[in-house]
């Protein structure tokens, strides 16, 4: 055989083991950035009522949960208003910050009219007094911000 042919089968072998050994998701993720972040305003308490927050671009983001003692081990609604009607794939990540809890990651319906929900569950912990963040992320062409609210749960 030739070198030319070891090459190039080299570089045909090379881009097709890149294309199922990296996720090209993720490395345009970093190339993006962190996550920037709008967070609720600490007076607001989603036990009490919705609370609401808008980001670097100008959308607003109003969530409610149901029922309002957020309670453990059973099901809990999501619910969020938007200024943006046409936001395709919303999602909504919780996880616990004063203890590793696992990372729940809830898709939105788009109801439409600019309202979303989705249902879920979290976990009961022997500690109890869970702090809370529930992060909605928006990907952007050139960025990713996103709000971030924050809450609390008891045993």
């Not at 070891?6 to 097709?16: C, D, E, F, G, K």
């Not at 809830?106 to 022997?126: A, D, I, M, S």
Request: one cysteine or more.
């Amino acid at each position: 055989m030739n070198k030319m042919l070891i090459v190039q089968i080299t570089v045909i072998l090379s881009i097709v083991g890149a294309y199922f050994f990296i996720d090209f998701n993720e490395v345009y993720k970093s190339i993006k950035g962190d996550v920037q972040y709008s967070i609720q305003d600490s007076n607001c308490d989603l036990k009490k009522g919705p609370c609401e927050v808008t980001v670097k671009d100008g959308t607003k983001f109003e969530l409610e949960i149901f029922p309002k003692h957020i309670p453990l081990m059973e099901n809990i609604k999501f619910r969020v208003k938007s200024s943006n009607d046409k936001l395709d794939d919303l999602n909504i990540n919780i996880y616990s910050t004063n203890m590793l809890m696992g990372y729940f990651n809830l898709k939105f319906e788009n109801l439409g009219n600019g309202l979303y929900e989705t249902k879920g569950t979290l976990p009961t912990c022997p500690v109890g007094n869970m702090e809370w963040n529930a992060d909605i992320d928006i990907d952007k062409m050139s960025e990713r911000i996103g709000a971030r609210f924050q809450f609390k749960t008891t045993r």
